[in-house]
C-alpha cells in the first residue's frame, strides 16, 4: 500500500512538474530580427543562458520557405542554395547543400523542442548555419537581438513589427494553365501576397502547400487544358491551401516563383522534351568540349559600376578575362579561347549570347564586379550566378541593375519581350544545360573559396539578359564589391586579378574532365 502511495505521488509531483513547466513555455518572450529598416518580433523561450526561437516565424519574417510535417515532428528550411532540417527533440540538425546534393550532421548541445506545433531551436547553436543559408553577416546582440547585414546603434525603444499580412476571406481566386514549347505554365491567380510555400514530389504529383492562405475552391476548376497535366486538385486545409498538379511520364523539375512581384505565383513544369529535343541530340556529336566563351562585363560608354578610390568596373572585368584567356591559351591547347571584347568598347548584350553561339560555344563566362549604391560600404565577396528568375531581393536587385547598362545601346526596344513571363519561358529553355552550369558553378565556387581573398557569398540564381541568349552552360560571376575598399584594393590588384583569374581555370579544367567523362557516359 505504501509503495502505491509512492508511485501515485511521483505521478502527481511529475505532472505538477510538467504542468508547470509547459506554463513557463507558454509565457514566451521575444527574440527581435533587425533587417535593414525591418524588425520582426519571434516568439522565444528562455532556459538558463539559452535563448531557444521559433523557426517557422523565423522563416516567415523572412520569406524562408517551410514544410512542416506534424506526425514526425520535423520542419525544414528551404534556402536558396540548402535545405535546413530540424526535428523536435533531437540534438542534430541535418544541412544539404541544393547544388551539390552534399548532407552535413551537425550535433549541438541542446535538443530542439515543440510547443504549439511550433518547434523552438537554440539560436546561438543555429546562427553559424543561418550565415551559410542566407550568405549574410548575422550578428546576436545580447540574448535577444539578431542582426541580419551590417548595422549598428539599434535603438532600445524602436517599434517592432510583424510582417503584414492583408488577409482575403478567399486570396487564391483562379488558376490558368498553358504549354509552351519548352514547358508548362501554371498560374496561380491571387489577391494577396503570398510569401510562404512548399513542394513535394512523389508518385507522379507535385503537392504545394501555400501557407496563410485559402482558395475560393468552387471557382477553380482545371479544364483538361494541358497535354502535360493530367489534374489539378484545389483544396483548403485549415489556414492553408494544398494545390496537387497530377502530371505525367515526362515531368522533370519545377520552380515555384513569385510573379513581377505581384502576388501571383508562376509554376514552372520541366518535362524530358527539354532535355532530349531533337536539337541536342542532333547536335550531340558537336558538344566536344573545345571552345570557351569569356564575356568581359560592359565597356565602352558603359563603365559598369564606379568603385572606392576611382575604380571601374569594365577595366577590372577586362583585366581578368585577359588573364584568364592567356592561362587557357598557354595550358589548354586543345581549347579555342573567343572573347566577346577584347578592349574597352560597348558590346550589346544580346550580341554576346549570339556571339557565343555562332563560335560554337561549350562553356560562357561572364565577368562582373559588384557594388552597393552607398559607399564605402561593408558588403564583401564574390558570388556565383546561374540563369533563372530571382528568388532573394539582393539578386534580383543585381540583376535589374546588369541589365539596366540596355540603355546604352541602340535598340533597348528589343528586351521588352523579355519580361515577366516571356523571360522565365526562355530561361527554362536552358534546362538542357542546366545541370553542366551547376556542376561548374560549384567547381568554381570551391576553387575561387580556396583562392581568392573576398569570402564566397554563395551561388544563386538571378535573370540576367547576358546569359539569356547562351545556348551551352554558363555562369555570371560578381568577382567582389567595388564599394568595399578591401575588395577594391584586391580586384584592381595584379595579385587580385591573377588569383581570380587562377581559380576560374582551375574550375574550367577540373570542368572539362567531368564534362567529357559525362558526355561519353550518356
Given at each position: 500500500m505504501i509503495n502505491y502511495f509512492k508511485k501515485i505521488s511521483t505521478i502527481i509531483i511529475s505532472a505538477i512538474i510538467l504542468s508547470s513547466l509547459i506554463s513557463v513555455y507558454a509565457q514566451y518572450d521575444e527574440v527581435r530580427i533587425y533587417s535593414g529598416k525591418d524588425v520582426y518580433s519571434i516568439p522565444a523561450v528562455t532556459k538558463g543562458?539559452?535563448?531557444?526561437?521559433?523557426?517557422?516565424?523565423?522563416?516567415?519574417?523572412?520569406?524562408?520557405?517551410?514544410?512542416?510535417?506534424?506526425?514526425?515532428?520535423?520542419?525544414?528550411?528551404?534556402?536558396?542554395?540548402?535545405?535546413?532540417?530540424?526535428?523536435?527533440?533531437?540534438?542534430?540538425?541535418?544541412?544539404?547543400s541544393k547544388i551539390t546534393k552534399r548532407r552535413e550532421i551537425h550535433q549541438?548541445?541542446?535538443?530542439?523542442?515543440?510547443?504549439?506545433?511550433?518547434?523552438?531551436v537554440s539560436l546561438k547553436y543555429i546562427l553559424p548555419l543561418l550565415k551559410r543559408s542566407l550568405a549574410k553577416n548575422l550578428v546576436l546582440r545580447g540574448k535577444y537581438k539578431l542582426i541580419i547585414g551590417k548595422k549598428t546603434n539599434i535603438p532600445e525603444n524602436i517599434i517592432v513589427t510583424k510582417p503584414p499580412i492583408k488577409r482575403y476571406k478567399y486570396g487564391i481566386t483562379g488558376i490558368s494553365v498553358s504549354d509552351k514549347s519548352n514547358g508548362t505554365l501554371v498560374r496561380i491567380k491571387s489577391k494577396q501576397k503570398i510569401t510562404t510555400y512548399n513542394s513535394t514530389f512523389n508518385n507522379d504529383e507535385l503537392r504545394i502547400i501555400f501557407r496563410d492562405v485559402n482558395a475560393k475552391t468552387e471557382d477553380i476548376k482545371y479544364n483538361n487544358s494541358s497535354n502535360f497535366i493530367e489534374d489539378i486538385i484545389v483544396r483548403n486545409i485549415n489556414e492553408d491551401t494544398e494545390l496537387i498538379i497530377k502530371v505525367g511520364d515526362d515531368y522533370i523539375s519545377n520552380d515555384v516563383i513569385n510573379a513581377n512581384k505581384g502576388n501571383d505565383i508562376l509554376i514552372l513544369l520541366h518535362n524530358k522534351i527539354l532535355t532530349t529535343s531533337t536539337e541536342v541530340d542532333k547536335n550531340k556529336q558537336k558538344w566536344n568540349f573545345d571552345v570557351i566563351v569569356i564575356d568581359a562585363g560592359?565597356?565602352?560608354?558603359?563603365?559598369?559600376?564606379?568603385?572606392?578610390?576611382?575604380?571601374?568596373?569594365?577595366?577590372?572585368?577586362?583585366?581578368?578575362?585577359?588573364?584568364?584567356?592567356?592561362?587557357?591559351?598557354?595550358?589548354?591547347?586543345?581549347?579555342?579561347?573567343?572573347?566577346?571584347?577584347?578592349?574597352?568598347?560597348?558590346?550589346?548584350?544580346?550580341?554576346?549570347?549570339?556571339?557565343?553561339?555562332?563560335?560554337?560555344?561549350?562553356?560562357?563566362?561572364?565577368?562582373?564586379?559588384?557594388?552597393?549604391?552607398?559607399?564605402?560600404?561593408?558588403?564583401?565577396?564574390?558570388?556565383?550566378?546561374?540563369?533563372?528568375?530571382?528568388?532573394?531581393?539582393?539578386?534580383?536587385?543585381?540583376?535589374?541593375?546588369?541589365?539596366?547598362?540596355?540603355?546604352?545601346?541602340?535598340?533597348?526596344?528589343?528586351?521588352?519581350?523579355?519580361?515577366?513571363?516571356?523571360?522565365?519561358?526562355?530561361?527554362?529553355?536552358?534546362?538542357?544545360?542546366?545541370?553542366?552550369s551547376e556542376k561548374f558553378s560549384d567547381l568554381l565556387n570551391r576553387e575561387m573559396s580556396r583562392i581568392v581573398k573576398p569570402?564566397?557569398?554563395?551561388?544563386?540564381?538571378?535573370?540576367?539578359?547576358?546569359?539569356?541568349?547562351?545556348?551551352?552552360?554558363?555562369?555570371?560571376?560578381?568577382?567582389?564589391?567595388?564599394?568595399n575598399k578591401n575588395d577594391a584594393r584586391y580586384l584592381n590588384s595584379k595579385k587580385g586579378q591573377d588569383q581570380i583569374a587562377k581559380a576560374i581555370y582551375n574550375s574550367i579544367k577540373l570542368f572539362k574532365k567531368q564534362y567529357e567523362k559525362s558526355l561519353s557516359s550518356e
Open positions: 543562458d539559452n535563448v531557444f526561437f521559433s523557426v517557422v516565424d523565423f522563416a516567415k519574417a523572412l520569406s524562408i520557405n517551410t514544410y512542416f510535417n506534424s506526425k514526425t515532428k520535423k520542419i525544414e528550411l528551404k534556402f536558396s542554395g540548402y535545405k535546413l532540417k530540424i526535428t523536435a527533440g533531437n540534438p542534430f540538425f541535418i544541412f544539404t549541438v548541445p541542446s535538443s530542439s523542442f515543440i510547443i504549439r506545433d511550433k518547434i523552438f560592359h565597356g565602352g560608354i558603359d563603365g559598369g559600376t564606379y568603385g572606392v578610390y576611382g575604380i571601374k568596373e569594365k577595366d577590372v572585368n577586362l583585366a581578368i578575362a585577359l588573364k584568364l584567356g592567356k592561362l587557357l591559351e598557354k595550358n589548354m591547347k586543345d581549347v579555342k579561347v573567343v572573347y566577346t571584347r577584347k578592349s574597352d568598347k560597348a558590346v550589346d548584350l544580346y550580341e554576346r549570347g549570339k556571339f557565343a553561339n555562332e563560335q560554337g560555344g561549350n562553356l560562357f563566362i561572364s565577368i562582373h564586379g559588384n557594388a552597393t549604391p552607398r559607399k564605402p560600404s561593408s558588403a564583401s565577396g564574390f558570388e556565383i550566378y546561374l540563369l533563372r528568375p530571382g528568388k532573394t531581393k539582393q539578386a534580383i536587385s543585381i540583376a535589374e541593375r546588369e541589365n539596366s547598362v540596355i540603355k546604352y545601346e541602340k535598340n533597348p526596344e528589343r528586351y521588352k519581350k523579355l519580361t515577366a513571363e516571356n523571360f522565365i519561358l526562355v530561361s527554362m529553355a536552358q534546362s538542357s544545360y542546366m545541370k553542366y569570402k564566397s557569398r554563395g551561388i544563386k540564381q538571378a535573370g540576367f539578359y547576358v546569359l539569356v541568349g547562351a545556348s551551352m552552360p554558363s555562369v555570371l560571376i560578381e568577382t567582389g564589391y567595388l564599394s
